[in-house]
């Protein structure tokens, strides 16, 4: 059973920059694509970025693209976000989760495996 752990959430000031990373055990990581979502107080949970199971595809949602970056690294079993230029509207809970290749990517309800959320917070 692959188990998902992020961590590197935090308070940043609006302009500053986070690195968040999602540490995998228990299974064949290298074999899964891999997903950020978001879910802010009251809304529902919002794709953020997405991963190939080989690092060398990737997809963003339009409100990050061009500030963050997912990046995938098999020998370490751990996925990232690099987020930079963090905006007020970014604050919310970051998860990571895993799933096959050839999913629709953008949709929750299609992952298998989830982490248990680390909170950003960026202040104005």
């Known amino acids: 059973q692959l188990q998902l752990a992020e961590s590197g959430g935090g308070l940043v000031q609006a302009g500053g920059s986070l690195r968040l990373s999602c540490a995998a055990s228990g299974g064949t990581f290298s074999s899964l694509a891999m997903g950020w979502f978001r879910q802010a107080p009251g809304k529902e949970r919002a794709f953020v970025a997405r991963?190939?199971?080989?690092?060398?595809?990737?997809f963003y949602a339009d409100s990050v693209r061009g500030r963050f970056t997912i990046s995938k690294d098999n020998a370490k079993n751990t996925v990232y976000l690099q987020m930079n230029s963090l905006k007020p509207e970014d604050t919310a809970v970051y998860y990571c989760?895993?799933?096959?290749?050839?999913?629709?990517?953008?949709?929750?309800?299609?992952?298998?495996?989830w982490g248990q959320g680390t909170q950003v917070t960026v202040s104005s």
């Open positions: 991963v190939s199971r080989n690092g060398g595809s990737t």
């Open positions: 989760a895993a799933a096959s290749e050839g999913i629709p990517y953008m949709t929750p309800r299609f992952y298998n495996y």
